[in-house]
């Protein structure tokens, strides 16, 4: 070992706001109406927070038809379709609904859009649960686009009234070169509106540029199917630095230490800072015990919880131990 071997954590980095909110609502759900409570696909993208929620009787389900009838039902963070909805409602459902107001702004605008006319344009992953949810909205006039070459192959007239909305989950570096392709391309467009990005994106990708500019290895702490975790590896690789994924530290792979003096960490938006201090512990084991912060952007977005799960003697919605760790 020698003395400039470190480990450099992003600030900021894991939970975002509409993140904590989701997991804070299965945990009051759990509280007040005792398990079990269902939720409708993932509450968010981490096999860790799944995991401690099904052992306090939460059960996971990939649709709504799986839920018994007449039993609490939590939409996740990522949204519905109205779809979604109305099959809920049929099988009496009380639903909780934690989208994250983001997504729900996204959705509030494409009925606007379809309402006006216009045909919606929706940049992003077009089997993301987000992605589906909105385009259930208005199926009839949503057309999923990923890539500058979607944009070209689009069958419409240049002068097709059209807007352009975003997944919230892309940041602006992502989604920049698609929106740009739409706006050189339609005569009538509008959107889409910086505000429906997730600043959370954002700003983790920006941390982990100022990571992968700085230091020899990047790892980001995340689950294998958190697509925001997996961009943030691919915004270090693109940016010259050796970046991996990591689960939890059970996942580090010791050779990737090999020449390695600095180490960047951050984590994805629904990565709890529990797996990120197990992978700081690990390292130290292994010869990087000097541990410094990289402050970038300062957070500070709160989103409220709903006022029905405030707790019915005092009005107040108390904290979660999930939701609220490493506040």
């Known amino acids: 070992m020698t003395a400039q071997q470190r480990i450099v954590l992003a600030e900021p980095r894991g939970f975002c706001a509409g993140v904590r909110r989701a997991i804070g609502i299965v945990e009051r759900a759990l509280d007040l109406h005792g398990a079990p409570v269902y939720v409708r696909k993932e509450i968010v993208h981490n096999h860790y927070i799944v995991g401690e929620l099904e ?4 059960v996971f389900v990939d649709s709504e038809e799986e839920v018994p009838e007449g039993a609490v039902c939590v939409f996740s963070a990522h949204g519905v379709s109205p779809a ?4 809920a409602d049929d099988r009496r459902l009380e639903v909780i609904d934690a989208t994250c107001p983001l997504v729900a702004k996204v959705h509030q605008e494409a009925v606007r859009f379809a309402r006006d006319g216009r045909t919606i344009l929706l940049v992003g992953h077009e089997h993301h649960e987000e992605v589906e949810g909105v385009q259930g ?15 070209a192959r689009l069958d419409l007239p240049d002068d097709t009234p059209v807007a352009c909305l975003t997944q919230t989950t892309l940041s602006f570096d992502e989604t920049a070169k698609v929106v740009a392709a739409l706006h050189r391309r339609f005569d009538d467009i509008t959107g889409p509106h910086g505000d429906d990005i997730c600043y959370a ?6 941390a982990v540029k100022s990571l992968a500019r700085a230091h020899d290895l990047v790892l980001v702490v995340g689950s294998l199917n958190s697509s ?28 990737w230490l090999e020449s390695v003096t600095t180490i960047g960490i951050s984590s994805g938006a629904s990565a709890p800072e529990i797996l990120v201090r197990g992978l700081v512990d690990r390292l130290a084991s292994l010869g990087y015990p000097d541990v410094q912060v990289d402050t970038g952007a300062t957070e500070d977005v709160v989103f409220a919880m709903p006022a029905r799960l405030a707790d019915p003697v005092t009005g107040r919605i108390p904290r979660t131990p999930l939701a609220d760790e490493a506040r």
């Open 137 to 151: 909205e208005a199926p009839e006039r949503t057309i999923v686009v990923e890539t500058e070459e979607d944009v």
């Open 201 to 206: 994106s954002q700003n983790r990708q920006n």
């Open 84 to 87: 979604v909805r109305d099959a």
């Open 55 to 58: 052992k306090r009787g939460a």
């Open 228 to 255: 925001n975790s997996l961009r943030m590896v691919e915004v270090a690789r693109d940016h010259g630095c050796a970046a991996h994924l990591v689960p939890d530290a059970s996942h580090l792979d010791e050779r």
